[in-house]
């Protein structure tokens, strides 16, 4: 399902992650980044704070319109949600029979596709309550964590070659350079349908990250040949 064909009803607030375009498709805020290069602002963490967005997320579709696990992940796969938040398309059915048995959602309905039956949840009045909590949660959290396996790495670049190291760096640096122009260029993608002042200043905010990034790495890499 391409996620720009697909309309039936609203699945995020204008300053969310998709939004509606000319003729009511929904289109995802943020730039389509290349899937097999694995490029993202922060790789997906292990433990709750995956747990965490990946409830938000599912309880914020589920709060739209009743889905099934298929649909919901078809539109996580569209809008490439699992490049920029803490959410695999692959781990959506775990969630949505584990957030079922905690009473969060219901399933309320089937719809079978040949010899497939698929549950059809809707959130319930505590998964309500519990998006809430979540929500305001997440504003509480710093927008950008200081904690990098790269920095890690650097701490013990010198056990390596100097010059496989540089490779590794301009490597690195030609990935974070590509990511920054498809963040520009999407923003000005999306910007053409209308962006909220919000989902404006997110990609402001990922674009310079990312231009720090470009900084830094090639500050390393001066240093490294020196």
């Known amino acids: 399902m391409d996620v720009q064909q697909h309309q039936a009803g609203p699945v995020f607030l204008r300053n969310g992650p998709l939004t509606r375009g000319k003729g009511g498709a929904i289109i995802a805020v943020y730039p389509t980044l290349d899937i097999q290069s694995g490029l993202?602002?922060?790789?997906?963490?292990?433990?709750?704070?995956?747990?965490?967005?990946?409830?938000?997320?599912?309880?914020?579709?589920?709060?739209?319109?009743?889905?099934?696990?298929?649909?919901?992940?078809?539109?996580?796969q569209s809008s490439r949600m699992d490049l920029w938040?803490?959410?695999?398309?692959?781990?959506?059915?775990?969630?949505?029979?584990?957030?079922?048995g905690d009473g969060l959602i219901a399933a309320t309905a089937e719809e079978r596709t040949g010899a497939r039956l698929r549950k059809i949840y809707s959130i319930t009045e505590e998964g309500e309550k519990c998006f809430q909590r979540?929500?305001?949660?997440?504003?509480?959290?710093?927008?950008?964590?200081?904690?990098?396996?790269?920095?890690?790495?650097?701490?013990?670049?010198?056990?390596?070659?100097?010059?496989?190291?540089?490779?590794?760096?301009?490597?690195?640096?030609?990935?974070?350079?590509?990511?920054?122009?498809?963040?520009?260029?999407?923003?000005?993608?999306?910007?053409?349908?209308?962006?909220?002042?919000?989902?404006?200043?997110?990609?402001?905010h990922a674009i310079s990250l990312l231009e720090h990034d470009v900084a830094f790495l090639n500050k390393i890499i001066a240093l490294v040949r020196e």
Do not use: C
């Open 40 to 76: 993202t602002l922060d790789r997906p963490r292990e433990g709750k704070a995956v747990t965490v967005m990946t409830n938000l997320i599912l309880l914020s579709f589920l709060r739209q319109r009743p889905m099934h696990g298929y649909e919901i992940q078809q539109l996580i």
């Open 85 to 100: 938040t803490n959410v695999l398309s692959g781990s959506i059915y775990y969630a949505l029979n584990k957030m079922e």
């Open 134 to 204: 979540l929500l305001r949660e997440t504003l509480t959290l710093p927008p950008h964590s200081v904690k990098s396996d790269f920095s890690l790495g650097l701490a013990w670049i010198e056990h390596i070659p100097k010059q496989e190291a540089l490779e590794l760096l301009e490597r690195n640096l030609g990935q974070v350079e590509a990511t920054l122009a498809q963040w520009r260029s999407g923003k000005e993608i999306k910007q053409q349908y209308g962006l909220s002042e919000v989902a404006v200043a997110t990609f402001d």
